[in-house]
């Protein structure tokens, strides 16, 4: 059986809620790669080099990133040889097989990595703007739906706005937010809000941290501060440090999680508004040139629409539109 099947199988036998946000969240992504894609095989009937270029074309259209086409296309070549590969249709289940592969390297390493012998404290970093806040309310929303006790902290006390919009977010989840006056030290914030979250026995503490300070160094100083507070307090902490990009952003989003990784441990990403994007693809060069693995991908606006990253949903996502038969195209390839 071919990977398109089984994986067509694997999507409608467990047809669910999650399986439909992936591929109405991936709407845009999809319309324009497999549109583009259909009538790329559609055109060139046979494999060549020429067709091989196009292919680059359209995946670095969808911001999968240079470095990402070039090896995709690589091992295509070399599935094709293997497999004695003539056809471009034939060439279609290699394609989403490959990246699949590329987008998992195991069935583990998107799961959250949770203290399960105490309390698991998570520090959410990222620029202003893509979203960060909205992602920890939305998170604590998804801990307090399964039972934990959750609070979080103000620790992004720069930003006009940020502590306000936190406690809206507390208040929506039902979860405690502790917070100091506007201009404080993030650090003394995160400090007691261990302290708070450990007297009340809290399950999680999930840290809001700084998007902007006068420079970079300063922005990286900061969160490496606030790292120590939460290490010295809590051994082997922080658990995660999630870093927040905005997937509307493309190549520059990979430029921030490039940035981000050289100055703190960053376990994991959580990738905003996907809906609004037909740049779904920064999600492979997230996970192949920088070798993270992507968590959490926001689907939409509402509070339940942060979902829990899987591979396989999102390559159904991506191209469910070419599991259907190749849509007629005139062959204009000699």
């Known amino acids: 059986m071919s ?31 497999a549109d583009k894609m259909n009538n790329l095989m559609a055109r060139y009937r046979k494999v060549d080099e020429e067709f091989f270029e196009e292919l680059e ?29 003539k056809e471009t249709a034939e060439l279609k289940d290699v394609i989403i097989e490959v990246l699949a592969d590329m987008l998992e390297k195991s069935d583990q390493e998107t799961e959250m990595i949770m203290n399960h012998n105490g309390m698991t404290v998570i520090l959410v970093v990222g620029v202003n703007g893509v979203g960060k806040t909205t992602t920890i309310g939305k998170l604590a929303h998804q801990f307090k739906q399964d039972g934990q006790n959750v609070v979080l902290a103000a620790g992004d006390t720069f930003r006009a706005g940020a502590i306000e919009q936190l406690e809206a977010w507390g208040e929506r989840a039902s979860v405690d937010v502790i917070k100091h006056q506007e201009g404080s030290d993030p650090a003394a914030v995160v400090y007691d809000a261990v302290q708070a979250a ?7 503490l999930i840290c809001d941290t700084a998007g902007r300070l006068q420079n970079k160094v300063n922005l990286m100083k900061e969160l490496e501060k606030v790292k120590r507070v939460i290490t010295r307090e809590v051994p082997d902490a922080p658990h995660e440090v999630l870093l927040v990009l905005d997937a509307t952003t493309g190549q520059n989003a990979l430029s921030q999680a490039k940035t981000f990784k050289e100055a703190t441990d960053v376990s994991g990403i959580v990738l905003t508004k996907l809906d609004g994007t037909a740049k779904g693809g920064i999600v492979l060069a997230i996970r192949h040139e920088l070798d993270l693995p992507v968590k959490f991908v926001g689907l939409g606006e509402g509070i339940d629409d942060l979902q829990h990253f899987d591979a396989d949903s999102f390559v159904y996502g991506l191209f469910s539109d070419l599991f259907s038969e190749e849509t007629e195209v005139e062959d204009t390839h000699e």
């Open 198 to 204: 450990k007297s009340r026995g809290a399950d999680v």
């Open 3 to 33: 990977f398109i099947k089984k994986l067509k199988e694997k999507m409608t036998s467990q047809k669910n809620s999650v399986t439909e946000k992936f591929k109405g969240g991936l709407a845009k992504t999809r319309h324009s790669v």
């Open 57 to 85: 074309e359209i995946l670095i259209s969808a911001d999968v990133g240079m470095q990402t086409v070039m090896d995709l296309v690589e091992k295509l070549k070399d599935e094709a040889r293997k497999r004695n590969i």
